[in-house]
T-cell receptor, first 114, second 111 residues
Framework: ETGVTQTPRHLVMGMTNKKSLKCEQH?????MYWYKQSAKKPLELMFVYSLEERVENNSVPSRFSPECPNSSHLFLHLHTLQPEDSALYLC?????????????FGPGTRLTVT | DAKTTQPPSMDCAEGRAANLPCNHS???????VYWYRQIHSQGPQYIIHGLKNNETNEMASLIITEDRKSSTLILPHATLRDTAVYYCIVRTSNTGNQFYFGTGTSLTVIP
């Protein structure tokens, strides 16, 4: 247990569906992240929220829409996805502070787009 | 952030020390070295980090060379549960709170 939870753990959705991934951190951190990990590829950073403001959006298609209502919760809204979006989606959190920090990851949501 | 180079795979006998190398020859003075690992289909797990001095915690030891151009993660007594992909990452505190994960080293601990 890392203190970061993600739901659902597995999700199968059609290309016309709308779904949301949820992440919650119980660590009192002030930064949260979404990563994508496709099969046999490195982790790709998608979004970064710091103090509830989005500070990074790494050229992610608009069919992925993040939302950070407070410092403990992060959502990833999905709509009209493509089969190539099938991947493991990981949420992480960290405490932003001068110098050093480490990220704590959730278990991930395994997404399959049919 | 500086680029890191790691061997793609390594084997280690159970109970022996696993020594995982990482080259970061372009590291700058304010960049930290971080190590994470990812067990199959799980989220990455933080292991250890350091700047100049060697570091040790309950999971591992981190040895950083004096010129800081390379480091070694040491798992003192590898177990089967240590089989994972190990990532070496360098980052600064002033480039935003981002980690760029490469392909890492796939460590297999053999019974």
């Amino acid at each position: 247990e890392t203190g970061v939870t993600q739901t659902p753990r597995h999700l199968v959705m059609g290309m016309t569906n709308k779904k949301s991934l949820k992440c919650e951190q119980h660590l009192g951190h002030n930064a949260m992240y979404w990563y994508k990990q496709s099969a046999k590829k490195p982790l790709e950073l998608m979004f970064v929220y710091s103090l509830e403001e989005r500070v990074e959006n790494n050229s992610v298609p608009s069919r992925f829409s993040p939302e950070c209502p407070n410092s403990s919760h992060l959502f990833l809204h999905l709509h009209t996805l493509q089969p190539e979006d099938s991947a493991l989606y990981l949420c992480a959190s960290s405490q932003e502070s001068r110098g050093q920090f480490e990220q704590y990851f959730g278990p991930g949501t395994r997404l399959t787009v049919t | 952030d500086a680029k890191t180079t790691q061997p793609p795979s390594m084997d280690c006998a159970e109970g022996r020390a696993a020594n995982l190398p990482c080259n970061h020859s372009t590291i700058s003075g304010n960049e930290y070295v971080y190590w994470y690992r990812q067990i199959h289909s799980q989220g990455p797990q933080y292991i250890i980090h350091g700047l100049k001095n060697n570091e040790t915690n309950e999971m591992a030891s981190l040895i950083i060379t004096e010129d800081r151009k390379s480091s070694t993660l040491i798992l003192p007594h590898a177990t089967l549960r240590d089989t994972a992909v190990y990532y070496c990452i360098v980052r600064t505190s002033n480039t935003g709170n981002q980690f760029y994960f490469g392909t890492g080293t796939s460590l297999t601990v053999i019974p």
